[in-house]
């Protein structure tokens, strides 16, 4: 396809897939409560709280949606039978494998970023650490290796812009749009580079007996 044909199709369908799935994240969150009528008047509580804890989310905001969303059909939720759920699902959580996929899938782009929110206990805290850490590692080492790519590949739509400007060829445009997605991946990069930096940095700023135990 030439110089810029096939790199600018690429970022453009790139660019299509990520505002897909930015829509469908926003269409699904705006249209779902945390609990319908029938699992408020079942009233699990503590197989809600279990499965919340499980996936890492904090009981008091949690609680709070519940509550709201129970409210609206005449329920009330038992907290006591929540939160004893949800400290048994953090046993699921709070381990180094957890830690370690969580950090790996943070910062990816704005809309989908995890982090983690603090939820486990003091005794489970540094096991889960060890392995959010090393994950955010790995992720910033995935997105540096990126970054450089990208940067490479932009030296050389550049280099075929200028070359395609003193021929006065039609595709200098092309190159020159090439350029241009170039730059904005390359800024999204950075942004996901400094969000992932931000967050080892927060949480290497805990009490250092806690610190020396991850080391």
């Not at 269409?27 to 408020?40: H, M, Q, R, V, Y």
């Not at 759920?85 to 995890?114: A, I, M, P, W």
């Amino acid at each position: 396809m030439g110089l810029v044909g096939s790199k600018s199709s690429f970022l453009r369908a790139r660019s299509a897939g990520i505002g897909l799935i930015i829509v469908g994240s926003f269409a699904f969150i705006a249209g779902c409560a945390t609990l319908n009528k029938s699992e408020c008047e079942t009233g699990d509580w503590r197989s809600i709280g279990l499965q919340d804890g499980t996936l890492g989310k904090e009981s008091g905001t949690r609680l709070a949606a519940h509550s709201k969303a129970c409210g609206k059909h005449g329920v009330r939720l038992d907290s006591d039978e929540y939160l004893s759920g949800h400290s048994e699902g953090l046993k699921t959580y709070c381990t180094t494998d957890v830690g370690f996929g969580v950090g790996s899938d943070f910062g990816k782009n704005t809309f989908s970023t995890k982090a983690y929110k603090g939820v486990c206990p003091d005794e489970l805290e540094v096991t889960y650490l060890q392995g959010y850490l090393a994950g955010l590692k790995t992720n910033l080492e995935v997105l540096r290796k990126e970054l450089s790519e990208e940067e490479a590949e932009l030296d050389n739509q550049r280099g075929a812009f200028l070359i395609l400007k003193a021929l006065n060829s039609s595709k200098a445009d092309g190159a020159e749009e090439n350029m241009d997605e170039l730059d904005a991946v390359i800024s999204e990069l950075n942004s996901s580079m400094k969000r992932i930096i931000n967050e080892v940095e927060k949480w290497l700023t805990v009490p250092p007996e806690r610190r020396d135990q991850m080391n």
